[in-house]
T-cell receptor, first 114, second 112 residues
Framework: DTEVTQTPKHLVMGMTNKKSLKCEQH?????MYWYKQKAKKPPELMFV???????INESVPSRFSPECPNSSLLNLHLHALQPEDSALYLC?????????????FGPGTRLTVT | GENVEQHPSTLSVQEGDSAVIKCTYS??????FPWYKQELGKRPQLIID?????GEKKDQRIAVTLNKTAKHFSLHITETQPEDSAVYFC???????????FGPGTRLSVLP
């Protein structure tokens, strides 16, 4: 299996809802990432996990809460989001963290906050 | 933090011509510079990368050059084909993925 998968593909949620995005890879990669991409903009790094521990948090608001239950799975828990949080959320993984390792991206979850 | 600029924002070329996209970065500690291609509605995919101890790297029709002194790097695509049409992002980061920042992107259109 050489893919990063993400579920759901699309998600619409209200500002008071709680939802979660899921990312999975079975390539044995030990680093996993969350990015946010607004339309016609580049991806912005949110979080990096390395060996299931949070390694980088790019000053993301606490309404986004990442979780890495095991080396294959990465979740992003969402609570009390704002309409401006609507975006494509991309997950990526790499063999290790850092410049020596290529990141493989998932197809993304398109999130709309109403 | 790192700041990456990218030019041009849009680029149209005739099939078979070359395309050049240029990026500059601000963090002198950045030492890894990947380039990603993102087709409409699809995920970003790494097409080539370069590290700071190398000045140039080539992979078939794609090449990247790096001038660390001037803090700029460029993507060169030769013999462009319609399937090269996409948004191209440059990026810069330090050794362990700190300050991983993408440029704003270049929309390349290859006209048949």
């Amino acid at each position: 299996d050489t893919e990063v998968t993400q579920t759901p593909k699309h998600l619409v949620m209200g500002m008071t809802n709680k939802k979660s995005l899921k990312c999975e890879q079975h390539m044995g990669h030990r680093a996993m990432y969350w990015y946010k991409q607004k339309a016609k903009k580049p991806p912005e790094l949110m979080f990096v996990y390395s060996y299931e521990k949070l390694s980088i948090n790019e000053s993301v608001p606490s309404r986004f809460s990442p979780e890495c239950p095991n080396s294959s799975l990465l979740n992003l828990h969402l609570h009390a989001l704002q309409p401006e949080d609507s975006a494509l959320y991309l997950c990526a993984s790499s063999q290790g963290q850092g410049a020596d390792y290529e990141q493989y991206f998932g197809p993304g979850t398109r999130l709309t906050v109403t | 933090g790192e700041n990456v600029e990218q030019h041009p924002s849009t680029l149209s070329v005739q099939e078979g011509d070359s395309a050049v996209i240029k990026c500059t970065y601000s963090d002198s500690a950045s030492n890894y510079f990947p380039w990603y291609k993102q087709e409409l509605g699809k995920r970003p995919q790494l097409i080539i990368d370069i590290r700071s101890n190398v000045g140039e790297k080539k992979d078939q029709r794609i090449a990247v050059t790096l001038n660390k002194t001037a803090k700029h790097f460029s993507l060169h695509i030769t013999e462009t084909q319609p399937e090269d049409s996409a948004v191209y992002f440059c990026a810069a980061t330090r050794n362990y993925g700190q300050n991983f920042v993408f440029g704003p992107g270049t929309r390349l259109s290859v006209l048949p």
